[in-house]
């Protein structure tokens, strides 16, 4: 059975910083991207960051410069550093994987194509 499962979300002020973790089990996920995508209440779901099976990283214009995304195939696990998080950042998170294997470029920021999702963990920021 497949699981991500995220961790490390709450209560962020604004300017400070936040690691959210997911960890991912029930299938290979070294050869596929992973990504981050998030929903504000009231919002469709946007994407955050993705990285290639390659370690090739893509961000969103919104978190690009502020936020890091990495992976660790061994650990079978993906994280974002939220660095100088903003108000407008509050929203559910969520880890997905991608379905088919060996995918890369901005097509990554697309939910579609996504197989597997965690259950999410919320992130607020205060001002």
């Known amino acids: 059975q497949v699981q991500l499962v995220e961790s490390g979300g709450g209560l962020v002020q604004a300017g400070g910083s936040l690691r959210l973790s997911c960890a991912a089990s029930?299938?290979?996920?070294?050869?596929?991207?992973m990504a981050w995508f998030r929903q504000a209440p009231g919002k469709e779901r946007e994407s955050v960051a993705a990285?290639?099976?390659?370690?090739?990283?893509y961000y969103s214009k919104s978190v690009e410069g502020r936020f890091i995304i990495s992976r660790d195939n061994i650990k079978n696990t993906v994280s974002l550093i939220m660095n100088s998080p903003k108000p407008e950042d509050t929203a559910v998170y969520y880890c997905?994987?991608?379905?088919?294997?060996?995918?890369?470029?901005?097509?990554?920021?697309?939910?579609?194509?996504?197989?597997?999702w965690g259950q999410g963990a919320q992130v607020t920021v205060s001002s």
């Open positions: 997905a994987a991608d379905g088919s294997p060996y995918r890369s470029g901005n097509l990554l920021l697309s939910p579609s194509g996504y197989r597997d």
């Open positions: 990285i290639a099976w390659s370690g090739v990283k």
């Open positions: 029930g299938r290979s996920f070294d050869s596929y991207a």
